[in-house]
């Protein structure tokens, strides 16, 4: 019988015993269903098997002994879909392959099987050799067809990267990059050649050594790590990303490589920035506002009882404010404010703080303060800066204020009892006629 004849008449048994040979080459989870699997192995045999039947010329039959084919077949159709098809599956070029080698064996196994030790004859062995060349054929039209689409996928998907906005990069198992897109290069200002094979902290980032050990615990972990990071632009302004390093992994469970993506988000830390600005500032003076003042004075207080340490705290009330607000008018009132604000704030240290609660009422924070005589001192400068007259709207305005000191924890170990006991200080000072300071006495 000859070759093809065989291979039509024996096709399901050839498919039952090559389905479980294929089975053993493939990985598990690139196993199309059963069905879907043999209806494309006899698609490949069908059309091997017509080519078998089909006359040969020498100028063919040398060809194919060189590896070409002039004369295209159903089979070049059937193995070109298969090797992209399997591409689309997931599938290696390996177990691509594999799949054709595998049938190959099947077929002539069991040929030889049914041929019951009979002489093989010339036509027989012809039909063998064909049948080796159309599979071979086939393997390299489907190996070629799956590099193919390969390679027309990586360059689509480098395009759709080159123009995307957002970084895109991959590293090595050694930490090192592997792949850079475009948004990388002109963000780093280094081409891609000069990136590829470095590590994070071998690049001149200000924080490279960071970036780096968090691709170094994703591959150590095999879990992905998402941060952000600060660089500078070329316009001397620093640009904010959020970065993502994710793991890919093998199915044996071991990490791959590292896939990194970072994406520009300097414009929505900006808005984040001044949503935060508005929601713990004031308005008008641009002082901390009662919120804020809150937070950190309860922190200062809970610093001291663990440090050691003391806190004060001046609660400060401008004396005859609003006579002069109502004479001048609000707006008058404000500019008064703000200048009011810009006095205290220098009468401070840096390390201390200044907020506005609200109307008139200020409130200072100072820390770590040597003795209580340094805070008295801070409290005669405050009164001496205010006692300067104000320019406001071509008015000079003389002002004054009572100011009452409170300390953590000596007076007060809570934030409501601090601010209450420094307030009663205050009425103190204004009840003793204004324009001076008092300590809390209990």
Same mark, same amino acid.
């Given at each position: $019988?000859?070759?093809?004849?065989?291979?039509?008449?024996? /096709?399901?048994?050839i498919?039952?015993?090559?389905e479980?040979?294929?089975?053993?080459?493939?990985?598990?989870?690139? $196993?199309?269903?059963k069905?879907a699997?043999?209806?494309? =192995?006899?698609?490949i045999?069908?059309?091997?098997?017509?080519?078998?039947t089909?006359?040969?010329?020498?100028?063919?039959?040398?060809? *194919?002994? *060189?590896g070409?084919?002039?004369?295209?077949?159903?089979?070049? =159709?059937?193995s070109?879909?298969?090797?992209?098809?399997?591409?689309?599956?997931?599938?290696? @070029?390996?177990?691509?392959?594999?799949?054709? &080698?595998?049938?190959?064996?099947s077929?002539?196994?069991?040929?030889?099987?049914?041929l019951?030790?009979?002489?093989?004859?010339?036509?027989?062995?012809?039909?063998?050799?064909?049948?080796?060349e159309?599979?071979?054929?086939?393997?390299?039209?489907?190996?070629?067809?799956?590099?193919?689409?390969?390679?027309?996928?990586? &360059?689509?998907?480098?395009?759709i990267?080159?123009?995307s906005?957002?970084l895109?990069?991959?590293f090595?198992?050694?930490?090192?990059?592997?792949?850079?897109n475009?948004?990388?290069?002109?963000?780093?200002?280094?081409?891609?050649?000069?990136l590829?094979?470095?590590?994070?902290?071998?690049?001149?980032?200000?924080?490279?050594?960071e970036?780096?050990?968090?691709?170094?615990?994703?591959? /150590?972990? *095999?879990k992905?790590? &998402?941060?952000?990071m600060?660089?500078?632009?070329?316009s001397?302004?620093?640009?904010?990303?959020e970065?993502?390093?994710?793991?890919?992994i093998?199915?044996?469970?071991t990490?791959?490589?590292?896939?990194?993506?970072?994406?520009n988000?300097?414009?929505?830390?900006? *808005?984040?920035?001044?949503?935060w600005?508005?929601?713990?500032?004031?308005?008008?003076?641009?002082?901390p506002?009662?919120?804020?003042?809150?937070?950190? /004075?309860e922190?200062?207080?809970?610093?001291?009882?663990?440090l050691?340490?003391s806190?004060?705290?001046?609660?400060?009330d401008?004396?005859y404010?609003k006579?002069?607000?109502?004479? @001048?008018?609000?707006d008058?009132g404000?500019?008064?404010?703000?200048?009011? =604000?810009? &006095?205290?704030?220098s009468?401070?240290r840096e390390?201390d703080?200044?907020?506005?609660?609200?109307g008139?009422?200020?409130c200072v924070? /100072?820390?770590?303060?040597?003795?209580?005589?340094?805070?008295?001192?801070?409290?005669?400068n405050?009164?001496?800066a205010?006692?300067?007259p104000?320019?406001?709207?071509?008015n000079f305005?003389?002002?004054?204020?009572?100011?009452?000191?409170?300390?953590?924890?000596?007076d007060?170990c809570?934030?409501?009892?601090?601010?209450?006991k =420094?307030?009663?200080?205050?009425?103190?000072?204004k009840?003793?006629?204004?324009?001076?300071?008092?300590?809390f006495?209990?």
């Open positions: $019988m000859r070759l093809s004849e065989f291979i039509i008449c024996d /096709l399901e048994a498919l039952q015993e090559w479980c040979f294929a089975a053993s080459l493939l990985e598990p989870d690139q $196993m199309m269903d069905r699997l043999r209806d494309h =192995a006899r698609k045999l069908e059309a091997v098997a017509a080519d078998l089909e006359p040969q010329t020498e100028r063919a039959e040398t060809a *194919k002994s *060189k070409k084919n002039d004369l295209p077949t159903n089979n070049d =159709a059937a070109i879909s298969h090797g992209k098809e399997r591409l689309a599956l997931g599938f290696s @070029l390996n177990a691509t392959i594999a799949e054709y &080698r595998a049938l190959r064996a077929v002539i196994r069991r040929w030889q099987k049914s019951l030790g009979d002489p093989v004859s010339d036509t027989e062995i012809g039909d063998v050799i064909r049948f080796n159309a599979i071979d054929q086939s393997i390299s039209h489907s190996a070629t067809s799956y590099s193919f689409e390969k390679e027309q996928q990586a &360059r689509v998907f480098d395009s990267l080159s123009f906005p957002d895109t990069f991959t090595t198992l050694d930490g090192r990059f592997a792949y850079v475009k948004a990388t290069t002109d963000l780093f200002a280094h081409p891609s050649d000069q590829v094979g470095k590590r994070f902290n071998e690049i001149d980032l200000p924080n490279g050594i970036l780096q050990q968090h691709v170094d615990l994703v591959i /150590l972990t *095999k992905q790590c &998402r941060g952000e600060c660089y500078p632009s070329h001397g302004h620093s640009e904010f990303y970065y993502l390093f994710v793991p890919i093998y199915q044996d469970g990490v791959e490589a590292v896939i990194g993506t970072a994406h988000i300097t414009e929505r830390k900006a *808005k984040e920035d001044e949503s600005h508005k929601a713990n500032h004031d308005q008008l003076t641009g002082l506002n009662r919120r804020m003042f809150l937070e950190r /004075l922190q200062d207080i809970k610093n001291s009882g663990q050691g340490s806190t004060a705290l001046l609660f400060i401008i004396d404010f006579e002069v607000n109502d004479r @001048l008018g609000h008058a404000d500019l008064l404010l703000r200048f009011i =604000a810009d &006095r205290l704030r009468s401070i390390a703080s200044v907020a506005r609660l609200g008139d009422e200020f924070i /100072l820390r770590d303060f040597i003795n209580t005589t340094a805070v008295e001192l801070v409290a005669e405050i009164l001496t205010l006692a300067s104000f320019q406001v709207l071509n305005i003389h002002l004054s204020a009572s100011v009452g000191i409170a300390f953590s924890p000596q007060a809570t934030t409501e009892d601090l601010i209450r =420094a307030d009663q200080a205050m009425y103190t000072a009840s003793a006629g204004r324009n001076r300071y008092r300590c006495y209990s």
